[in-house]
C-alpha cells in the first residue's frame, strides 16, 4: 500500500481535507501532518517541509503540497535534500513530472484549481512510476548534484 503524506496551509486546507478522505477510500495509507485547522495565521514552510522530511527519509513514497499558488510550498520543500518537488496543473504534468523527473512531491494551487481538476492530477501522479529509462535517470542523477554543489 502506497504511503502518502499530505500538508496545507490555510489557503490548501480544504483540499487537503478532501484528499485525505479521497486517497484513504481509495486505499492509500495518508500520514497528515498539517494543518489540523483552518488558520490564517499559519506558515506554508513548516507544512512543506514536514512533508518533505518525510519523503526524504523514505518514511513515506510520496508527499503532496496544497496551498493558494502551490510556488511557495515548492520551493521550500525543494530545498530538502532528496526531494523532487513539482508544481503542476493538469494531469499530463504530474504524469511528466513522475515520469521523467522521478517527482516524490506533488505541489497544488488552491486558487488556481477546482477539486474537479485537482483530483485528476493526484490520481495522475500517484498512479505513474518513475521511468527506468537510463536518459531520465541520468537527467535526475544530474538534478540530485546539483544539491551536493557538483
Same mark, same amino acid.
Request: contains cysteine; charged residues 20%; glycine residues 6%.
Given at each position: ?87 503542476? +496543473? #493538469? @494531469? ?10 522521478? /517527482?516524490?512531491?506533488?505541489? =497544488?494551487? !488552491?486558487? $488556481? ?13 500517484? +498512479? #505513474? @512510476? ?10 535526475? /542523477?544530474?538534478?540530485?548534484? =546539483?544539491? !551536493?554543489? $557538483?
Amino acid at each position: 500500500m502506497l504511503k502518502i503524506a499530505l500538508g496545507a496551509d490555510h489557503g490548501g486546507f480544504h483540499f487537503k481535507e478532501q484528499l485525505k478522505a479521497q486517497l484513504s477510500g481509495a486505499g492509500y495509507e495518508v500520514v497528515d501532518v498539517g494543518a489540523a485547522q483552518l488558520e490564517a495565521d499559519d506558515d506554508y514552510p513548516q507544512y512543506a517541509a514536514a512533508v518533505a522530511r518525510l519523503v526524504a527519509a523514505e518514511s513515506v513514497e510520496l508527499g503532496i503540497l496544497v496551498c493558494r499558488s502551490s510556488i511557495g510550498m515548492t520551493m521550500a520543500a525543494n530545498k530538502i535534500n532528496g526531494v523532487r518537488a513539482a508544481s503542476c +496543473a #493538469t @494531469p499530463r504534468q504530474a504524469q511528466l513530472a513522475r515520469e521523467h523527473n522521478h /517527482a516524490n512531491v506533488l505541489s =497544488l494551487s !488552491a486558487d $488556481e484549481l477546482t477539486w474537479e481538476q485537482v483530483w485528476p492530477v493526484v490520481e495522475a501522479f500517484v +498512479a #505513474t @512510476p518513475v521511468s527506468p529509462e537510463e536518459r531520465h535517470r541520468r537527467r535526475v /542523477a544530474a538534478i540530485m548534484a =546539483l544539491e !551536493a554543489n $557538483e
